[in-house]
C-alpha cells in the first residue's frame, strides 16, 4: 500500500497533534535502538569521498547522543550546527562539558555545536529516526534541503512498514485499534526526496528483531522509541485490568526464541540523497541566486 502523502497534508491515519506533542516533549537521553541506529547509518559514511566541511544535526538527543560525538570526533574540524525544537536542551546535551551549565557564548568560541537558523547552510544534514514520527514528512524534506548546499547531502534513517508486525498481528486477533500509525516504505520515500529538491537517493533497509524477557520490558522499551500516533487509537488511558490483558495477549501471541524470549521485529530504512543543482525555470525573466548559479556553471563545465 502506497502511504505517500500529499505534500501539506499529514501521513494517512496519523494525528497531527499528537505528533507535535511527541517532538516537543521533553527528553534528555537516547533510546539505545536509535544508537544502534545512528551507529550503523555512520558505517555508511565511508562511502563518500571527501568528509563534510560543516554539518548539522536535526533533533540529537532523540537520533542519538552517543552517535553525536562519535561523528565530532570523526570531523574535529568541521563545524557543527545542532537544530532542535528544544533547542537550548538540545545545545546542553550535545556540549562536550556535559558536567556543567550550558553557556551560550561557548559555541561562538568554537566550543560545542552551534545553534542552527533559518539561514544555516551545511554539507551535510543528519537526521536519524526522525522521519517515521513527522505529521509532515514531505514539508520536513523540504525544509531540510533549504539547510543543505548544492552538492551537499541528506542522511536520514526511519522506521519502516514491517516495524512492529508481531505486536499489530496480536492487536488484530483481539480486535483492538492498531498499536501504532502505518510507516512509510522505502521506494516512497525515494519518490518524495526527489519531489522535495534532491537527487541520486539511494534506499536501503534491514531487519533488526529484538527479544524480551517478557511483555513489561518490552512495552517499557517501546514507551522510549515513541507513541501510538494512530488516529483510531483507543480514545482514552486504558484501566489497569486493560493493560494486564495486553500484557497476557503479548505473552501468549508474540513469537518466542528457543530460549523463550518473545520476538519483535524492526524494519530500518537508510537514506541518503544529494542537493540537487538547481534548474533554472523557463520564463522571460527568472531570479537565480548567485551560489545557485555558480553551482549551474561548475555543472555545465563538468
Known sequence: MNTSPDPETAVPGMDMVAAQRWLQRRASTSPW????????????LKWFREPPAN???????NGGLLAHQQLRALWPDAPCHVAALRLPEALQ??????????????????????????????RMLWANMVLHMEAQPQALLRRWNTHIETDGFLMFSCLGPDSLRELRAVYAQQGWPEPSHA????????????????AEPVMDMERITLSYSGAEPLLAE???????LHTQRFPACRSRQWRERLCEAIEAGLPRAQDGRLLLTFEIIYGHAFKAVPRVPMKPSATVAVEDMRSMLRGRRG
Open 55 to 61: 554539518w548539522m544535526h536535526w533533533e540529537p538527543v
Open 222 to 228: 517501546l514507551r522510549s522509541l515513541g507513541r501510538n
Open 183 to 198: 510507516f512509510t516504505d522505502m521506494h516512497d520515500w525515494g519518490d518524495m526526496l526527489v519531489h522535495g529538491g534532491f
Open 33 to 44: 535502538l536509535h544508537e544502534e541506529v545512528a551507529s550503523r547509518m555512520a558505517e555508511r
Open 93 to 122: 546535551a550535545t556540549h562536550e562539558s556535559r558536567g556543567t551549565l550550558w553557556n551560550p557564548l561557548s559555541w561562538r568560541r568554537g566550543n560545542g555545536p552551534r545553534p542552527a537558523d533559518a539561514s544555516t547552510r551545511v
